[in-house]
């Protein structure tokens, strides 16, 4: 039955036809599982060999189906995330720089966002949402299913990731041509958060004022420059894994249950960039498995040293 729930709540409608396709075939394997179990005697050993099969292909069908909608869904809803990110960073930036976002969403202070709170927060931010979008964004970010959103989860709707894509990018104190006192030299594919922008300057140059995910320098860089020469520009984070470790529920490694076990070669794609597990010292990641659509923690060096995940 839980194949079933899995395959009837997948999206988007492009691969509606393969879903009923599956949700056919896992009732039908449903009805003679419960006739087998009902049966004299139970299943004969042929029987049983011949139902472990279909269980086994049915279960790969529904991992390959959800994997497809995960992301296609993802295409679907990232460029909304990405638009929203940007209006919430535009608020954030026309009033106290060390504002706590979730807490100002979070207004009766519960601890999560809920649903109202989250469409009265963007109610205020700039652009133009249409209430469907935001719902929408609000299942997408909603990765418990539960209808609330807990911190990481809120923030995700604030984090633009760019990738330094030339040598030698400078990160200075102010934008303009000035632009004030070099704060220190990007490195090719380092990874930046946006804190505001993108601005175009009056040149055509493109700036966006970011935080280096190496050390937490903030300053601000060339996206675009005039020419139409790209500097940095933005991109989704994906981690590959290099050496199998469990994906789990939550932060703590000690406090947590196991999603599943991730595989070498495996890809994740960044939900909420690395934080230290208290518990452990160990650094962690939030990411969303490209093979499953599955969401959870993941180790990214393992105590003794091992490299379980690193950045493509």
Known sequence: KSLVDIASSLEPSEVKESTREVMYNLLALERDL??????????????CQKLRKRITDATTKVSRLRATASNKHAQVMEPIRTEVAQAILSRLAKIKEDQDLFALADVDGDGFVSRSEFQNFMNDCPGNFSRDQLKKLFDYLDDARVGRLERDEFMRAAIVFYRVSRPSVD?????GVAQGKL??????????????????EINKVVRVKCRAMKDGAIGWATATGSNGVVFVE???????VKSSTTLTDVLS?????TIRELKDGELLEVFVWEKIDPTTGLRRLKGRALKDGSV??????????????TMV
């Open 34 to 47: 419960e006739a087998a179990r009902q049966g004299a005697g139970g299943a004969d050993p042929e029987q």
């Open 171 to 175: 990160l200075v104190q102010t934008m």
């Open 183 to 200: 704060v220190r030299k990007l490195d090719v594919n380092e990874i930046l958060e946006l804190l505001e922008g993108p601005i175009k």
């Open 234 to 240: 933005q991109k989704r984070v994906h981690f590959q």
């Open 253 to 257: 490694a000690k406090a947590c249950t």
């Open 296 to 309: 959870g923690w993941a180790t990214i060096e393992g105590n003794g040293g091992t490299v379980h995940l």
